[in-house]
């Protein structure tokens, strides 16, 4: 049953304290007046007069006298006058009245009575903004509407405006926080802190700084609490010029010498922003740092690709006496996987079980869940997976996302289904992994449904990763007139975007229409990189289009002034060599600034067992062991070649040099 409970406080009138669920008379905690006042309890009526009188000898009258339903309809309305109790310094906080039919009678009455009562209005408003404030603690919504309901009648809402506007803003009803705000100014610091803190927490940045520099407007200056808020919110949308400008002020005012939580924030807004360099700058001047800070550094490096960063820094923290947390544990582990350190994961996986931190964490299982799937081991994976205590969407899409990207993509459509048989929607991470996989098996079908779910859900637009994963499904499965489709209705395209739908039309031949694509990013303020180009090269290499590739790399500095790189190299001589032009291949090698790399050497090795040039193939082979004896592959190569061409002798040679440089 769902109960509210009163508190006279601190005249019976005033029946608006909440009592705790905790301490109900059902849970046994009896205080020790409680017993000794039972014999007026069992009377067949309650004399609230003679109950406070026996109340003010003892020192412990400020501990409430928890009554049950039935003790508190003993009560009789007629006792209710304002002057009923006498001492009210020996009754604060005397009695909590469950809710019934009859307890909601009394405490109607209590009012009624004390509206006549003009001296005890302001021990009311203080009284409603204590009960407030109790609300927003626990994060009540429900009884704080009610209370809100009773002040309105009171017509207290502009004396308890404050109180209400951090009730609902901590209970996250941030309209109705706003609302209230607005229609009564506060020159409270803490109602304008929980309005705009509760804007942080729900990431909405852009409104929190709205209110942040209204509040200065006001007049009002932010205290240390203000500024971690707003720093959070600046983190949050990636604000950093706006989080510089924070840091200014907070400097300015010498807020940053001994608070460690305003530090700690200030780390976290750089670093969320990308911004790592003014991060770890910021953590060096820090005068103290704890867990969380060193978290904060951490986890930003981990956001960015920073892996080995980041375990350095986890590392540094532990030789400072710092010892991990879950949180630190999770990012450790997350950055373990991004950089593939398994070995690391694994000492970490055996610390955490240890101290014994698994057991209802589904962060932290999550997070090693997704260790084991980034590193490829996806057994270890799928047991921690299963030892979950629950599971949510981002477990499974740990688990899903390592399967596509190990190429058992089926398997992860296996899981997709599972997940959602269990009742479970999928997120932004999980779609975007299915469209990964749908491309990689050419699952056109399977694609498209899942298109109209993201469409349905409004997620499109929503990442740019999620965009450019339905643009690449789409170009993949070779419905590249679709993928250019989706691209045109993007609100925002970035460089992956266009390169997929550009790989796309190279891939089916349409070299035209690829060098329009290259040509209308650029109109839009984007640069095509050497990505884009090794894209187009690589799609020319596997179809055999020997003169298309000549032209994208020709375009790479005439056009569109872009640095051939060693890839871009590297794709030209695979490309030459695939068609056969072993003899152009050799001339691009000899003229390009990279010539010692083991790569460009191994495509124009391979591409001579291909055709078998021997003569050639020893030239590329002799450069390849001697950057790399340990070269494997090339030995290999070398003796298919040779035993091609019927030199078995030569072929048997080369077997043994491997084996010799293997030792």
Known sequence: MNERTWMAKPYPSECIGLADEGHHLSCGKVSYHRRCLEPFLHEKRININRLSGKLSGYKDASKPIFLSKEEAAKIPASTLKTNAIKEPASVNGLFKFSTTDQGSQLNQSVRKADKSHASGKSSRISSYVAVLRNCAKHRDLHKGRLLHEDIMKAGFLEECSDALVTMYAKCGLLTKAKEILNTYPSRDVLSWTALISGYAQKGLGKDALDYFEKMQGAGLSPD???FACILKACGSIGAADKGERIHDEIAYQGLLESDVVLGTALVDMYAKCGALGKAQQVFQKLFSRNVITWSALITGYCQHGEGAKAFECYEQMQCENLFPDAKTYACILKACGDIRELDKGEKIHDEILRQGLLDNDIVLGTALVYMYAQCGVLIKAQETFNRLPYRDVTSWSALIEGY?????????????????AEGISP???????????CAAVGAIAKGEKIHDEISKEGLLGSSILLDTALVDMYAKCGVVSRAHKVLNGLYSRDISTWAALIAGYAQQGHCEQAIICLEQMQEEGLSPDHTIFSSLLNACSHLGRVDEGHMYFALLTKR??????????????????????IDKAVRVIQEMPYSNNIEVWSALLAACRQWGNTYIGKWAFEHAVQLDKKNTAAYVIMADLYASAAMREDAKGIQVLGVENEA
């Open 224 to 226: 240390a609490v203000t």
């Open 560 to 581: 569109f002034g872009v640095k051939p790189d060693l890839e871009h190299y590297t794709c030209i001589v695979d490309l030459l060599g695939r068609a056969g032009h």
């Open 404 to 420: 596509t990207q190990h190429g058992q993509c089926e398997k992860a459509m296996e899981y997709f289904e599972q997940m959602r």
């Open 427 to 437: 997120n932004v991470v999980t779609f975007t992994s299915m469209l990964k996989a």
